[in-house]
């Protein structure tokens, strides 16, 4: 479930999900390429390139091309504890100059299953044109197509580590 707050110009999201992987699994699942480019903003068949630096203050850099259109997703990894907490930058320069800040958490639930809670928060500036209504719901919409991605790219994350751990 998302959370929506008004009463600045942030959006933040928390999502929580299971898998059922070893938090090592998953861990790795948002640090090594070989799994990020199947889930995460790209995909096999749609990435480009994909260049990671997963040590801390390190950078990571996915070019995904899609109907011909290149799109660039680029951050850095402010924090990493290995197994149990990332926090990691994410933007798109093409979109904007900002970036976002992802925070996870992981840790084992019962054996054999990860608990993931995902925290994303973004800057949505308030433009002058906007009423204070116009402004939450744009902010609205921002979260809850936003928190929807995520829902989709998670789901994807799932698939990628069934099928790892069915070809151990």
């Known amino acids: 479930m998302g959370k929506y707050n008004v009463e600045n110009e942030y959006v933040e999201i928390r999502l929580e999900r299971l898998f059922k992987v070893e938090p090592e699994l998953l861990y790795q699942a948002w640090t090594d390429q070989r799994f990020l480019k199947q889930w995460f903003m790209t995909t096999d068949r749609t990435n480009k390139s994909i260049h990671i630096n997963a040590e801390q203050n390190g950078s990571y850099e996915i070019v995904d091309v899609r109907k011909g ?3 660039v997703v680029k951050g850095s990894f402010i924090t990493l504890t290995p197994y149990e907490y990332i926090v990691m930058t994410i933007g ?20 054999g299953i990860a608990q993931m809670i995902f925290n994303y928060k973004a800057f949505v500036p308030k433009e002058r044109r906007y009423t204070i209504l116009e402004y939450k719901q744009k902010k609205k919409e921002y979260h809850d197509s ?23």
Do not use: W, Y
Request: net charge negative; charged share 40%; no cysteine.
């Open 69 to 71: 259109k290149e799109n």
């Open 92 to 111: 798109m320069p093409e979109l904007s100059d900002s970036e976002d800040t992802i925070e996870i958490e992981i840790f084992e639930r019962e054996a």
């Open 146 to 168: 936003t928190a929807h991605g995520f829902e989709i790219l998670f789901d994807k994350l799932q698939v990628v580590l069934e099928e790892f751990e069915s070809d151990l």
